[in-house]
């Protein structure tokens, strides 16, 4: 969320970056303006009543102790207070109306963003390693997966329905290995510490990292009880969230995090997309960075958060890139996004594995996570990143395609051989 004051401050740039992300402000700011003068106005009524009601109660105190009748300045004392009370329901309305509004507000693009409507304007920054070279036509993953025998989407439409997947044997032996070797990466070379958070998360955390209420109709809606818990469409939502509402000491940021959870997403919108394999999933597994750190390093801290995603890929010998994306490309939340896109060759296309996010103080200010900088002066709302470390279905995929033989098997990239116990994925049946 934006802050109130600099919106109001800054009206034409905030209209002018929703217009770079091809919003029209009119409809993302309707009323504003009208809103928060009325807003700002009715408080100031009541500012001035309650002095009036205070004057008026020194005067029937005073006028009491003379014994003098006071009836009627309890009389005008009594419409003060109901005027007051009308006018703080009023504010109350026009406070929450313009809550709305701002929840409603993307986060603002970072100067460096490129400026374009869509993918076609995003950025390449670089490019890690080379494509594979194959001396036979390269098969896409849903292929390979059926003749190796790992993958099975048949049963997984029979058990759930379409955009799920069943993983055999080596296949989930894969899977497993991925996260492992991600999670030991990060925690051991990197830096951050793991955790195991809950799957499922209450509205207050949805809203504190920007899902709700905005994207509700992208999420999945678990009633309980009297309130209603969401599966996680990533891990950033509870990870951020451990910190709501609480005060960090300067001395411990940057803190970093990393959790391997499932993630669920409904995908609404995204009907005839990637409607082969598993690129496209509304269950899939992903090991997650976060960090929250000072507002003067965050740009720095976006760098080093991209180069550990970065790193998985490179020990895993997958050839990608790195793209900014430009303001109409980007999440709603993002101030700055760079994402990384690894090589298919069985589809002959990048795709993205991982996202890596600067948010600023925008779910900061939503989740109320601050700091104190040296235990002095007012807390100030730190800045959170996030990144995927990266999405384990999609590279799972990158492997099974760029390690693929001529005879049928993928080899396993040696840094997974430890964890998987074998060196290459050879065709089973089940």
């Not at 058990?159 to 997947?165: P, Q, S, V």
């Not at 430009?326 to 996202?355: C, H, N």
């Not at 996010?357 to 200010?365: H, K, Y």
């Not at 395609?401 to 089940?430: C, H, S, W």
């Amino acid at each position: 969320m934006l802050d109130l004051n600099f919106v109001r401050d800054n009206l034409p740039l905030v209209e002018e970056k929703l217009r770079n992300r091809g919003l029209d402000p009119a409809a993302v700011l309707p009323d504003f303006v009208e809103v928060d003068g009325e807003r700002r106005q009715a408080i100031a009524r009541v500012e001035t009543i309650k002095a009036q009601r205070n004057q008026a109660a020194e005067e029937i105190a005073t006028r009491k102790k003379r014994g003098e009748d006071v009836s009627r300045l309890v009389a005008e004392t009594k419409q003060l207070r109901e005027r007051m009370q009308d006018l703080e329901k009023t504010a109350e309305q026009l406070d929450q109306r313009l809550g709305e509004i701002l929840s409603g507000i993307p986060n603002l693009p970072h100067s460096s963003v490129p400026v374009g409507p869509g993918a076609d304007e995003n950025v390449e920054v670089r490019r890690w390693g080379s494509p594979p070279k194959f001396d036979f036509p390269p098969k896409p993953h849903w292929e390979l997966g059926e003749q190796l025998g790992v993958l099975d989407l048949e049963r997984a439409v029979k058990l759930t329905g379409a955009r799920f997947a069943v993983y055999w044997d080596l296949g989930a032996r894969l899977e497993r290995a991925l996260a492992n070797f991600m999670l030991d990466l990060h925690t051991r070379q990197h830096g951050y510490t793991e955790v195991l958070p809950p799957y499922l998360v209450n509205s207050d955390s949805m809203y504190g990292t920007g899902q709700l209420p905005k994207f509700a109709a992208d999420q999945f809606r678990v009633p309980h009880g009297d309130r209603d818990l969401w599966l996680i469409p990533t891990a950033e939502v509870p990870l951020t969230n451990l910190y709501r509402g609480e005060v960090l000491e300067a001395s411990r940021l940057p803190v970093c995090l990393t959790a391997y959870t499932p993630c669920f997403r409904s995908e609404a919108g995204s009907y005839g997309k990637d409607v082969r394999g598993i690129i496209r999933q509304h269950q899939f597994q992903k090991v997650e960075l976060v960090r929250f750190s000072r507002p003067e390093t965050s740009y720095d801290e976006l760098e080093q958060l991209t180069h550990n995603a970065e790193d998985v890929l490179q020990q895993l010998g997958l050839h990608y890139r790195v793209v900014t994306l430009s303001t109409g490309d980007m999440g709603s939340s993002s101030a700055k996004t760079y994402d990384l896109e690894v090589w298919l060759p069985g589809q002959q296309l990048f795709r993205e594995i991982s996202s890596c996010s600067n948010f600023e103080a925008f779910q900061a200010r939503r989740a109320n996570i601050r700091y104190r900088a040296e235990g002095k002066g007012k807390p100030q709302f730190v800045h959170t990143l996030n990144g995927s470390g990266l999405a384990i279905g999609r590279t799972w995929v990158a492997i099974l395609e760029n390690y693929q033989q001529a005879d049928g098997t993928v080899l396993i990239p040696e840094p997974l051989r430890p964890y998987m116990g074998v060196e290459r994925l050879t065709p089973k049946k089940f």
